[in-house]
């Protein structure tokens, strides 16, 4: 806009009016509590957004990297059995033990999966929770 139409489109005086009393002081203030509430909102749906999609490229990546360990696996196992049958064992028992190993690998992974499995169930939150419950209860 042009200053000559700007100052045809405002009042006189109104740009340029400084709040004069403390209603206006204090309307301004609510005025600006709002913008920075409302800048902090947006800031934070940006942030929430950006954090899903480094979220979304970390599964993909997490996905990738799992099947690429999933094939290097399976590939040392075909080429253990195939070295073990090249020494004379036969194919049936160069596959059980082959096998065996991925099913012994299996058993590991679960095991430790079983072991930390408490850590992923809020033990810290549950204990405060119990904690507040029994006294709440002791107070009745």
Do not use: K, N
Not at 63 to 76: D, K, N
């Amino acid at each position: 806009m042009e200053p000559a139409s700007y100052a045809a489109a405002t009042p006189a005086g109104r740009a340029a009016r400084v709040p004069s009393g403390w209603g206006d002081r204090v309307r301004r203030l609510a005025l600006d509590v709002r913008l920075i509430a409302q800048d902090h909102a947006e800031l934070a749906v940006l942030e929430a957004q950006r954090a899903g999609q480094a979220l979304v490229r970390t599964l993909v990546a997490a996905v990738a990297i799992s099947m690429l360990a999933s094939t290097a696996w399976l590939g040392l196992v075909a080429a253990f059995v195939v070295w073990m049958a090249g020494t004379g064992v036969q194919w049936p028992v160069a596959l059980a033990v082959g096998a065996a190993a991925c099913a012994a690998t299996a058993g590991l992974v679960a095991w430790w999966v079983r072991h930390h499995a408490e850590e992923m169930m809020f033990s810290a939150t549950l204990r405060q929770l119990r904690a507040t419950r029994d006294a709440v209860g002791d107070e009745r």
